[in-house]
């Protein structure tokens, strides 16, 4: 179970990287001169919207899970960890074929509404869950409820103070980021961690 919440923590700190997180809400920021601290705020609840929906969905699948274990019995622990090195696999296959994010030109030619703004990133935000992290939700089953609830926090505590983080230092320097090579490298190392926790975790019960 120790290796399930360390790759918990390290695939929500690699997806809090990712630069779709921070990188719209910053060239936003920027462009409509907001302060800092108003930045941070914005970060806080889209952090929030992001969280939740991915919490949902992985919850969802813990409990799928958890129904799911008595019947499969001790076959239930291989098929999780299989599951995790297939999921690792496909995002890295998704990784090479998806296109990179942009920010919405419409979005960065003023003047718009902040109430706009905002509904606009946290649509964004909502809509596109960490899926990567799902997996994990579900393997977490063979461990028990405490092990599910244990995964979501860990998510939840490790991607809120990401982001916010990432806001915060990058909020004067973020146009030095080479976005596109830092994605690729986040995304990368997120399936390779999300396969090892599977190949790990078939082993070591």
């Known amino acids: 179970m120790i290796q399930l919440f360390v790759a918990t923590f390290l695939v929500s700190l ?29 970060s806080f609840f889209l952090s929030c ?55 919405d030109d419409e979005l960065l030619e003023p003047p718009v509404r902040k109430r706009q703004l905002f509904l606009s990133l946290m649509m964004f935000m909502i809509l596109s869950p960490c899926m990567e992290i799902t997996g994990f939700f579900f393997k977490s089953a063979a461990f028990g409820t405490w092990a599910l609830l244990g995964t979501g926090a860990i998510y939840t505590v490790t991607s809120m103070v990401s982001m916010i983080a ?4 990058l909020y004067y320097g973020f146009h030095k980021i080479n976005a596109h090579q830092w994605e690729h490298r986040s995304g990368i190392l997120t399936g390779i961690t999300i ?11």
């Open 14 to 42: 690699l997806h809090a990287l990712i630069p779709s997180h921070w990188i719209p809400l910053l060239s936003i920021s920027r462009t409509y001169k907001w302060s800092r601290r108003e930045t941070l705020r914005m």
């Open 49 to 103: 919207a992001h969280i939740l929906s991915s919490l949902l969905i992985g919850l969802i699948l813990g409990f799928l899970g958890l129904s799911i274990q008595d019947r499969l019995e001790n076959s239930f622990h291989s098929i999780s960890s299989g599951l995790l090195v297939i999921f690792g696999l496909y995002f890295l296959y998704r990784h090479h074929t998806h296109h990179h994010f942009h920010v």
């Open 166 to 169: 990432w806001v915060y230092f």
């Open 195 to 205: 396969i090892l926790t599977g190949i790990l975790s078939f082993f070591i019960n």
